[in-house]
């Protein structure tokens, strides 16, 4: 059977040109896709050498429970050839609103098709209603290889998993569940929080990344920003009711939010900038206008509120329930804090999606990917707070590389020359790409580098 678009496309058509008509009705491609259960082709745009199409995929709420509902999970998919290798591109958070032909790195260097993945959760992608305890690691893998085993049937060669971040995470998590679906995993900065107190490595991140007085600036702006509370609380307040934003749906005060994003602001700072960034830190000699202004740049003051952190609500239920996230001392700041439990996913949830943290994915996790883990590449950034804690490869076949100097933004691309040529040369063996293929740039499809940027809500 065709699927709706095709026959709506396809009337459209033959009142315009029954020859163009007959054309649109004549796709192996469309038929194929439009055959595959559950699966519906919601656009499609076509460039030199590409079809790109958004999809929707009916899942189980509950792969546990498949008759127990569904909901229609967003994905998008970049043909090039079906005799290619697939990238699948599990992002870890949402897709674009209206999403656009992007490749990720992998895809360009093994001139691959691409399926992208919007995690179960992030809107629109979300059973309703929606029980919040079914998202988890097992239930997003589960997600993940159905979505593989139907597009196999049209996808028949190599598959290579991919994602940064969050999304990297996400790509370890369902090899590690369906160890079969893919034939190898490039995971970007992705972090192992593997005992969720034990954050030393963070700290010692930041008690030695860039020089000794870049620290120290980094250090004074925060202590002068918390110094100056009674005088920046209100801007934040100002701006809040300029632009809309409110705070007692999840992170409960103006006072609250401030804190969250001076405490976060020198984490920003190095996840985004470089350490030639130094010199645009204002001294603590500062005004109040610069300080204010150098935070809103590299944190966002619009993050910590309702609005901001609605959207990542997925994320800080998993981060609360499964995944961990980092505590830092903050030795510097002692005395300037009035909220010493603050720096916590639970404080950017609203009450209810609240949860306690079950150490035992995470410890599962690790283990596999140190001891029995196969075909796995790890990419993290020097200079990156994310990669301060790292997963450890096993040594099936498998490999870590740092890109020097590098930010959250690190890849392939940025790593030493004999480690890049050495990534490649893994990642198309696995794929079962000849070594001397070329890379897809076109601008047509431009690079994802596959994060998001929180200063872009702004």
């Given at each position: 059977m065709r699927s709706r678009i095709v026959a709506i496309l396809a009337s459209v058509l033959m009142i315009l040109s029954p020859a163009t008509a007959a054309h649109a009705a004549d796709d192996p491609l469309l038929d194929r896709l439009a055959a595959i259960p559950g699966l519906t082709v919601v656009s499609e745009t076509q460039g030199t050498g590409y079809r790109f199409f958004v999809l929707t995929y009916r899942q189980p709420a509950d792969h546990r429970h498949p008759k127990a509902g569904s909901?229609?999970?967003?994905?998008?998919?970049?043909?090039r050839s079906t005799a290619s290798p697939t990238v699948l591109y599990t992002n870890g958070y949402g897709l674009a609103a209206d999403p656009r032909?992007?490749?990720?790195?992998?895809?360009?260097?093994?001139?691959?098709?691409?399926?992208?993945?919007?995690?179960?959760?992030?809107?629109?992608s979300r059973p309703a209603p929606a029980d919040w305890s079914d998202l988890n690691i097992w239930q997003e893998a589960s997600?993940?290889?159905?979505?593989?085993?139907?597009?196999?049937?049209?996808?028949?060669?190599?598959?290579?998993?991919?994602?940064?971040?969050?999304?990297?995470?996400?790509?370890?998590?369902?090899?590690?569940f369906y160890p079969g679906d893919v034939d190898g995993v490039v995971a970007y900065v992705a972090p192992d929080d593997v005992i969720n107190p034990e954050d030393s490595?963070?700290?010692?991140?930041?008690?030695?990344?860039?020089?000794?007085?870049?620290?120290?600036?980094?250090?004074g702006v925060q202590q002068e920003a918390l110094r100056r509370r009674d005088r920046l609380v209100p801007r934040l307040v100002a701006d809040a009711a300029a632009n809309g934003w409110t705070f007692s749906g999840s992170i409960g005060t103006a006072d609250r939010s401030f804190e969250m994003t001076v405490l976060d602001s020198v984490w920003a700072f190095w996840q985004y900038s470089t350490a030639a960034d130094c010199a645009t830190v204002p001294a603590a000699t500062a005004s109040d206008d610069e300080i204010y202004t150098w935070i809103d740049t590299v944190a966002g003051w619009s993050?910590?509120?309702?609005?901001?952190?609605?959207?990542?609500?997925?994320?800080?239920?998993?981060?609360?329930?499964?995944?961990?996230?980092?505590?830092?001392?903050?030795?510097?700041?002692r005395g300037l804090r009035h909220y010493p439990?603050?720096?916590?996913?639970?404080?950017?949830?609203?009450?209810?999606?609240?949860?306690?943290?079950?150490?035992?994915?995470?410890?599962?996790?690790?283990?596999?990917?140190?001891?029995?883990?196969?075909r796995m590449l790890f990419v993290y950034g020097q200079n990156d707070p994310w990669s301060a804690?790292?997963?450890?490869?096993?040594?099936?076949?498998?490999?870590?590389?740092?890109?020097?100097?590098?930010?959250?933004?690190?890849?392939?691309?940025?790593?030493?020359?004999?480690?890049?040529?050495?990534?490649?040369?893994?990642l198309r063996r696995w794929a079962g790409v000849p070594a001397s293929i070329t890379a897809k740039q076109s601008s047509d499809v431009p690079l994802d580098d596959m994060l998001g940027d929180r200063r872009r809500v702004r």
């Amino acid at each position: 059977m065709r699927s709706r678009i095709v026959a709506i496309l396809a009337s459209v058509l033959m009142i315009l040109s029954p020859a163009t008509a007959a054309h649109a009705a004549d796709d192996p491609l469309l038929d194929r896709l439009a055959a595959i259960p559950g699966l519906t082709v919601v656009s499609e745009t076509q460039g030199t050498g590409y079809r790109f199409f958004v999809l929707t995929y009916r899942q189980p709420a509950d792969h546990r429970h498949p008759k127990a509902g569904s909901f229609e999970q967003r994905l998008t998919l970049l043909h090039r050839s079906t005799a290619s290798p697939t990238v699948l591109y599990t992002n870890g958070y949402g897709l674009a609103a209206d999403p656009r032909p992007t490749q990720t790195e992998p895809a360009a260097l093994l001139g691959g098709n691409q399926v992208s993945v919007e995690h179960r959760f992030f809107t629109p992608s979300r059973p309703a209603p929606a029980d919040w305890s079914d998202l988890n690691i097992w239930q997003e893998a589960s997600d993940e290889h159905r979505i593989v085993s139907a597009l196999k049937s049209v996808y028949a060669a190599k598959w290579i998993q991919t994602g940064g971040s969050k999304g990297g995470m996400t790509s370890v998590y369902h090899r590690r569940f369906y160890p079969g679906d893919v034939d190898g995993v490039v995971a970007y900065v992705a972090p192992d929080d593997v005992i969720n107190p034990e954050d030393s490595a963070y700290d010692t991140f930041f008690d030695t990344v860039g020089t000794a007085g870049c620290r120290a600036t980094l250090d004074g702006v925060q202590q002068e920003a918390l110094r100056r509370r009674d005088r920046l609380v209100p801007r934040l307040v100002a701006d809040a009711a300029a632009n809309g934003w409110t705070f007692s749906g999840s992170i409960g005060t103006a006072d609250r939010s401030f804190e969250m994003t001076v405490l976060d602001s020198v984490w920003a700072f190095w996840q985004y900038s470089t350490a030639a960034d130094c010199a645009t830190v204002p001294a603590a000699t500062a005004s109040d206008d610069e300080i204010y202004t150098w935070i809103d740049t590299v944190a966002g003051w619009s993050f910590y509120t309702d609005q901001g952190l609605e959207p990542y609500w997925p994320y800080y239920y998993q981060a609360a329930s499964q995944l961990g996230w980092p505590s830092l001392r903050f030795e510097h700041l002692r005395g300037l804090r009035h909220y010493p439990g603050l720096y916590t996913a639970n404080s950017s949830l609203p009450p209810e999606l609240r949860r306690k943290h079950n150490p035992v994915p995470m410890i599962d996790v690790d283990l596999w990917v140190r001891t029995a883990s196969e075909r796995m590449l790890f990419v993290y950034g020097q200079n990156d707070p994310w990669s301060a804690e790292r997963f450890t490869p096993s040594k099936r076949d498998s490999a870590l590389f740092v890109a020097p100097g590098a930010n959250h933004g690190a890849n392939i691309a940025k790593l030493a020359p004999e480690d890049s040529a050495a990534a490649t040369a893994l990642l198309r063996r696995w794929a079962g790409v000849p070594a001397s293929i070329t890379a897809k740039q076109s601008s047509d499809v431009p690079l994802d580098d596959m994060l998001g940027d929180r200063r872009r809500v702004r």
